[in-house]
C-alpha cells in the first residue's frame, strides 16, 4: 500500500505559490479569508512546526559592526551623494551586456556589485582626484582602509549572498558616507528608481529595497514564510509613505515624511515581523492545545464508556467485558485478586475446622 505523500517542504518556493495564489484569487475577485496572509501564514507555521523568534536580533550584529567601522572609514568624509552616484556610474561602466545578460536572467534588478567589485570601486573612489571631501579636500587613505572596504561590505551584505542588491549598498553605503537623514533619504531614493526613472517609486522598486533585510531577518526554519511577509511588509510600508496623494506611487518628499516622523526600515520589519508571527503563533499555540485537550477528553471518555460497559453486562466497543477481556482473563483476574488475601481467602482456607484443612 503506498503512503501518505510528504508535505511540501519548507522552502521558499511554498511561499511564492501562496502569494501567486493570493494574486490570482484576488484579480477573480476571490477575498475569502482562508486565501489571506493570517490564514494562509498559520496554516505554513502549523505545518513545518515554525515558532515566532527575534527579527531584529538577527541583524544586530551587522549593525553594531557598521557602527564601528562608519567611524574610523575615510568614506565618512565623501558627500554621500557624491559617493553613491560614483558607485552607480562604475557598475554603469563596467556591466557589460553578459553581465546585464546574466542580471536578468537570475532576476537580479538594479546595480548588483560583488566583493571583490566594491572593494575595487571604492578605492578606486578614495584615490580618485576629481573625488573630494566634504570641505572640498583631497581624501586621506591610509593602506589598512582597504582591508576595512571588505569587512564593510560584510557588514551590509545582510543576506549573506557575496552580492549586494541595489537596496543593500544604497542603504548601507547612506551609513558611510557624509550626510544628514534629508541628503541621505534622497541620494538613496535617486539610486532606488530605476525603471523608469521618472521620480517616483513603485510597489516593485520598494520591495527589491526591502528584499535582503527581511531575508535577513529570517531563521532557515522560516524561509516558507519569506515571500508571503516580504508580500504584506511591502504592502504595509508602501501604504504608509504613500499617505499624501494616494497615488499608488512613492515621491522623494513621501518617502522623507515618513523617515521624518521616526520610521526606519530595519525597526519597521522587524516590527511586523514580530507582531505577525508571533501573534500567528500563539493562535497556532492555543489551537493546537484545544486540540489535544478534545483528543485527550474523547479518549478518556471513550475508555470510561469502554468500562462501564462492560461491568454493566452491555456489549461495549470491545465487546461484553471491560478492557477488551475475555472470560478467562476476567476470572483470572477473580482469581488473582482472591489469591491476594480477600476475606473469602482468609475465612474459608485458615479458619479451624474449615474446608481448607
Request: charged content about 25%.
Given at each position: 500500500?503506498?503512503?501518505?505523500?510528504?508535505?511540501?517542504?519548507n522552502h521558499v518556493?511554498?511561499?511564492?505559490?501562496v502569494?501567486?495564489c493570493?494574486d490570482v484569487s484576488?484579480?477573480l475577485?476571490?477575498?475569502?479569508?482562508?486565501?489571506?496572509?493570517?490564514?494562509?501564514?498559520?496554516?505554513?507555521?502549523?505545518?513545518?512546526?515554525?515558532?515566532s523568534?527575534?527579527?531584529?536580533?538577527?541583524?544586530?550584529?551587522n549593525?553594531?559592526?557598521?557602527?564601528?567601522?562608519?567611524a574610523?572609514?575615510?568614506?565618512?568624509?565623501?558627500?554621500?551623494?557624491?559617493?553613491?552616484?560614483?558607485?552607480?556610474?562604475?557598475l554603469?561602466?563596467?556591466k557589460?551586456?553578459?553581465?546585464k545578460?546574466?542580471?536578468?536572467?537570475?532576476?537580479?534588478?538594479?546595480w548588483?556589485?560583488?566583493?571583490?567589485d566594491?572593494?575595487d570601486?571604492?578605492?578606486?573612489?578614495?584615490?580618485?582626484?576629481?573625488?573630494?571631501?566634504?570641505?572640498d579636500?583631497?581624501?586621506?587613505?591610509?593602506?589598512?582602509?582597504?582591508?576595512?572596504?571588505?569587512?564593510?561590505?560584510?557588514?551590509?551584505d545582510?543576506?549573506?549572498?557575496?552580492?549586494?542588491?541595489?537596496g543593500?549598498?544604497?542603504?548601507?553605503c547612506?551609513?558611510?558616507?557624509?550626510?544628514?537623514t534629508?541628503?541621505?533619504?534622497?541620494?538613496?531614493?535617486?539610486?532606488l528608481?530605476?525603471e523608469?526613472?521618472?521620480?517616483?517609486?513603485?510597489?516593485?522598486?520598494?520591495?527589491?529595497y526591502?528584499?535582503p533585510?527581511?531575508?535577513?531577518?529570517?531563521?532557515?526554519?522560516?524561509?516558507?514564510?519569506?515571500?508571503?511577509?516580504?508580500?504584506?511588509?511591502?504592502e504595509?510600508?508602501?501604504e504608509?509613505?504613500?499617505n499624501t496623494?494616494?497615488d499608488?506611487?512613492?515621491?522623494?518628499?513621501?518617502?522623507?515624511?515618513?523617515?521624518?516622523?521616526?520610521?526606519n526600515i530595519?525597526?519597521s520589519?522587524?516590527?511586523l515581523?514580530?507582531a505577525?508571527?508571533?501573534?500567528?503563533?500563539?493562535?497556532?499555540?492555543?489551537?493546537?492545545a484545544?486540540?489535544n485537550?478534545?483528543?485527550?477528553?474523547?479518549?478518556?471518555?471513550?475508555?470510561?464508556?469502554?468500562g462501564?460497559?462492560g461491568?454493566?453486562?452491555?456489549p461495549?466497543?470491545?465487546?461484553?467485558?471491560?478492557?477488551?477481556?475475555?472470560?478467562?482473563?476476567?476470572?483470572?483476574?477473580?482469581?488473582?485478586?482472591?489469591?491476594?488475601?480477600?476475606?473469602?481467602?482468609?475465612?474459608?482456607?485458615?479458619?479451624?475446622?474449615?474446608?481448607g484443612?
Amino acid at each position: 500500500r503506498r503512503g501518505r505523500r510528504a508535505a511540501m517542504g519548507n522552502h521558499v518556493a511554498l511561499g511564492h505559490m501562496v502569494n501567486c495564489c493570493q494574486d490570482v484569487s484576488e484579480k477573480l475577485g476571490c477575498n475569502h479569508e482562508s486565501l489571506k496572509f493570517d490564514s494562509t501564514a498559520k496554516a505554513v507555521m502549523n505545518l513545518h512546526s515554525i515558532e515566532s523568534w527575534n527579527a531584529k536580533s538577527l541583524v544586530k550584529e551587522n549593525l553594531r559592526r557598521q557602527g564601528e567601522l562608519a567611524a574610523k572609514s575615510p568614506l565618512r568624509n565623501i558627500k554621500v551623494q557624491v559617493g553613491l552616484q560614483y558607485i552607480q556610474d562604475w557598475l554603469a561602466g563596467e556591466k557589460n551586456l553578459f553581465s546585464k545578460g546574466l542580471d536578468f536572467i537570475m532576476m537580479n534588478h538594479g546595480w548588483s556589485i560583488s566583493r571583490d567589485d566594491f572593494v575595487d570601486c571604492c578605492w578606486l573612489m578614495l584615490h580618485d582626484p576629481k573625488v573630494k571631501d566634504y570641505r572640498d579636500q583631497p581624501i586621506r587613505v591610509k593602506p589598512e582602509d582597504k582591508s576595512d572596504l571588505y569587512e564593510i561590505f560584510d557588514s551590509m551584505d545582510f543576506d549573506r549572498s557575496g552580492v549586494l542588491s541595489t537596496g543593500e549598498w544604497a542603504g548601507g553605503c547612506s551609513v558611510f558616507f557624509k550626510g544628514n537623514t534629508e541628503e541621505c533619504v534622497k541620494a538613496v531614493f535617486d539610486i532606488l528608481d530605476t525603471e523608469p526613472r521618472d521620480g517616483k517609486l513603485s510597489q516593485k522598486e520598494l520591495q527589491e529595497y526591502l528584499k535582503p533585510f527581511l531575508k535577513a531577518m529570517m531563521p532557515e526554519t522560516a524561509q516558507a514564510l519569506q515571500p508571503m511577509l516580504l508580500k504584506v511588509a511591502t504592502e504595509k510600508i508602501f501604504e504608509e509613505m504613500d499617505n499624501t496623494d494616494k497615488d499608488n506611487t512613492i515621491d522623494v518628499k513621501e518617502m522623507l515624511k515618513w523617515t521624518a516622523s521616526g520610521h526606519n526600515i530595519i525597526d519597521s520589519l522587524a516590527d511586523l515581523i514580530d507582531a505577525k508571527v508571533y501573534a500567528l503563533w500563539m493562535e497556532n499555540a492555543k489551537d493546537n492545545a484545544r486540540r489535544n485537550r478534545n483528543a485527550f477528553g474523547a479518549a478518556q471518555y471513550g475508555n470510561d464508556m469502554n468500562g462501564m460497559n462492560g461491568m454493566n453486562g452491555m456489549p461495549g466497543p470491545n465487546g461484553p467485558y471491560p478492557n477488551n477481556m475475555g472470560p478467562g482473563m476476567a476470572m483470572g483476574a477473580m482469581g488473582s485478586a482472591a489469591s491476594m488475601g480477600s476475606p473469602m481467602h482468609n475465612n474459608m482456607g485458615n479458619s479451624p475446622g474449615g474446608y481448607g484443612q
